[in-house]
Each structure stands twice: as structure tokens, then as C-alpha cells.
């Protein structure tokens, strides 16, 4: 199977990553209206992109997935039952079988090992339901706790401090990572 061949829904113990829908609206747009949030994520980031978050909700799987350009999906501790971040994989490169991974969580739920899980899940579900056979991800150099969060999920740092293009005045200085 392929990347963009379902929306899969994702699930372990602790942790279900599913499509996003109407009734993540008010959590969605709190998150993304959080600084802290986003300091060490690209500008351009499509939840980012429009105001109206009903919009970027629908146009996610229809415009985003349906052109194989990304595929985002919410982020839910079981404990909690509410989004608390958003999974993405992007970047997917048929012909080498190459899949970007990305996520963000809002700050209430830093460090309590959800990142790892869901990067764990993310990393699971491309390397045994789909054809990827290259994951890769890219964290800003200051992005300490995103590069531990890599690391306990195997991935090996393959170049540091590279000037990365992240829609920021000048290019942001990214590590690239491998797995």
C-alpha cells in the first residue's frame, strides 16, 4: 500500500491518531494561535495558512491529501479523548519510497512522552502498512526536546546546522534526521 492510499486511524495504548473533523475546531485554533507552539516549526505550516479553521479542516483531506502533497492528522491521548496535536507526513517521494514525518503538540501536553508515542506510531505504520522505506525529519538546531523525541525512535542525525528555507526572514539552520 502507498501513502495516500487511505486516512489511516492509528492507535496504541495510550495514543490514537486520526482524521481531524469539525468538532476539533476549538482546540485546533487554540493550538495554532500559541507562539510557543510554533517557534520551531515553519511559517507556512497549512493550519497556519487560513483564518477560517472549519476551511483548513476540509481542505486538509481534500485539498492537501487528495494532491499528495500531505497528510495531517489529529493527535489524541486516550486519557484525554481531545486533540492535542497534529501528525504529519509530507514530503513523499513514490519513486524512492521517502516519507517526511512532522508533528506538533499544544504546551499542556509537553513532556508526557505523547511526541515519542506518536512519532513511534508514525514510524510503524509507514515501515509495516505502506511502501516507505525512508523516513526522514528535519528539527531547528534549538529544538532540543524534538531531537531527543527522533532519538528515542531510532533516527540518526545525518547533517547538522544546515540553512533550510522555512519561510522566515532569513533560512532557518535545521538538522536533518534519518531513519
Known sequence: MKLFDEIPHL??????????????????????????????????????????????????????????????????????????????????????RKTCIGYRLDQPYWGKGIASGTVKLMVDYLYTKTDTEIITASTMIENKASARVLEKNGFILTAAAVPEDWGYDTPTVADKWFR
Do not use: W
Open 11 to 96: 492507535e496504541d495504548d495510550r495514543i490514537v491518531i486520526k482524521q481531524v473533523n469539525d468538532s476539533d475546531a476549538d482546540a485546533l485554533m487554540t493550538m495554532t494561535r500559541k507562539d510557543t507552539v510554533y517557534r520551531y516549526l515553519p511559517t507556512f505550516l497549512f493550519e497556519k495558512k487560513y483564518d477560517d479553521i472549519h476551511f483548513v479542516i476540509s481542505e486538509m483531506y481534500r485539498e492537501l491529501f487528495n494532491s499528495k502533497e500531505s497528510l495531517i492528522l489529529g493527535i489524541y491521548p486516550k486519557d484525554i479523548g481531545c486533540l492535542c496535536g497534529l501528525a504529519e507526513f509530507y514530503g513523499y517521494k513514490e519513486d524512492i
